[in-house]
């Protein structure tokens, strides 16, 4: 809800909206003498451009999935942006079943994020999760492995490595 607050004509709607009410009411009163129908005019011109803009976004803002993704292109190089869009499409693609589909665009999220911000842990963290999910254990401890070096006191880093191996029976190597 808060980014239908923050849309420029979503606020650009309310403050028309709210100087044609204005305007109106002040014509009913007869308290100003300067033109309020002109006033009102461009008022309702501006409510209309704004709540035609607004409409159009409201696509966007069906679900996350959709207010994440629909934005990718005006913020490819904002690290929360790619982590959120490949955090949130690994969560649909799971609850779908169909994580392979998704495996690309997931992985070039993942790393788009991480090297945005390569001392973030949790980018690491999330892009060997879907790894492994992904069933691509190699990969997940490439990526757990370069995020150790560069998070040495990261310690969800080792800890994930270490419970993938176990997962795999591979009990000396978790220890």
Same mark, same amino acid.
């Given at each position: 809800?808060?980014?239908?607050?923050?849309?420029?004509?979503?606020?650009?709607?309310?403050?028309?909206?709210?100087?044609?009410?204005?305007?109106?009411?002040?014509?009913?009163?007869?308290?100003? !003498?300067?033109?309020?129908? #002109? %006033?009102? @005019?461009?008022?309702?011109? &501006?409510?209309?451009? $704004?709540?035609?803009?607004?409409? =159009?976004?409201?696509?966007?803002?069906?679900?996350?999935?959709?207010?994440?993704?629909?934005?990718?292109?005006?913020?490819?190089?904002?690290?929360?942006?790619?982590?959120?869009?490949?955090?949130?499409?690994?969560?649909?693609?799971?609850?779908?079943?169909?994580?392979?589909?998704?495996?690309?665009?997931?992985? !070039?999220?993942?790393?788009? #994020? %991480?090297? @945005?911000?390569?001392?973030? &842990?949790?980018?690491? $963290?999330?892009?060997?999760?879907? =790894?492994?999910?992904?069933?691509?254990?190699?990969?997940?401890?490439?990526?757990?492995?370069?995020?150790?070096?560069?998070?040495?006191?990261?310690?969800?880093?080792?800890?994930?490595?270490?419970?993938?191996?176990?997962?795999?029976?591979?009990?000396?190597?978790?220890?």
């Amino acid at each position: 809800m808060a980014d239908r607050f923050i849309f420029n004509s979503s606020l650009g709607y309310c403050v028309a909206l709210a100087a044609g009410r204005g305007c109106a009411v002040n014509k009913l009163n007869n308290k100003i !003498k300067i033109m309020p129908e #002109a %006033i009102l @005019l461009v008022s309702v011109l &501006a409510a209309g451009f $704004y709540f035609t803009l607004t409409l =159009q976004r409201n696509a966007v803002w069906k679900n996350d999935w959709t207010r994440i993704s629909g934005d990718m292109s005006k913020l490819e190089n904002c690290m929360k942006a790619n982590f959120l869009n490949a955090n949130t499409l690994t969560q649909k693609s799971m609850h779908e079943k169909n994580e392979q589909q998704h495996k690309e665009e997931i992985t !070039k999220r993942f790393e788009k #994020a %991480i090297s @945005l911000m390569p001392k973030m &842990a949790l980018n690491y $963290y999330y892009l060997a999760s879907a =790894q492994n999910v992904f069933k691509d254990r190699e990969a997940a401890y490439s990526t757990l492995a370069e995020g150790m070096r560069q998070n040495k006191d990261a310690a969800i880093l080792p800890y994930f490595r270490a419970e993938i191996a176990y997962n795999e029976g591979k009990y000396e190597e978790a220890i």
